[in-house]
């Protein structure tokens, strides 16, 4: 079983950096490929980010290509989230997740793959 618990969200004016923790509970972090996905009321939970269990791939959402920046540190069992020049539109409870199998580069932007998540924590830009 593997928990995770996300920190880091707040509220930042439009431009400004937040940088997102998870931290995970298990002896097998090093074997999990995790992702990042984020969520707005009335709509479904989109993919931000993800990052191989090795940390030698990871892919972005087109929307955050280039602002976003995932990486892991597997000694201390953490994935992070760097998010820069934040936008009003990056507003959502952001989620970590994590899967033991997935390994597929055409799926894992799907929330579906994942089985584990976080509980969420809140990011808000203001304009």
């Known amino acids: 079983q593997v928990q995770l618990v996300e920190s880091g969200g707040g509220s930042v004016p439009a431009g400004g950096s937040l940088r997102l923790s998870c931290a995970a509970s298990g002896r097998i972090f090093s074997v999990l490929t995790m992702g990042w996905f984020r969520q707005v009321p009335g709509k479904e939970r989109e993919f931000v980010a993800t990052?191989?269990?090795?940390?030698?791939?990871?892919d972005y959402a087109d929307s955050v290509q280039g602002r976003f920046t995932i990486s892991r540190d597997n000694a201390q069992n953490t994935v992070y989230l760097q998010m820069n020049r934040l936008k009003p539109e990056d507003t959502a409870v952001y989620y970590c997740?994590?899967?033991?199998?997935?390994?597929?580069?055409?799926?894992?932007?799907?929330?579906?793959?994942?089985?584990?998540w976080g509980q969420g924590t809140q990011v808000t830009v203001s304009s």
């Open positions: 997740a994590a899967d033991r199998y997935l390994t597929s580069t055409s799926t894992w932007y799907f929330a579906r793959e994942y089985d584990y």
């Open positions: 990052i191989t269990r090795d940390g030698d791939r990871t």
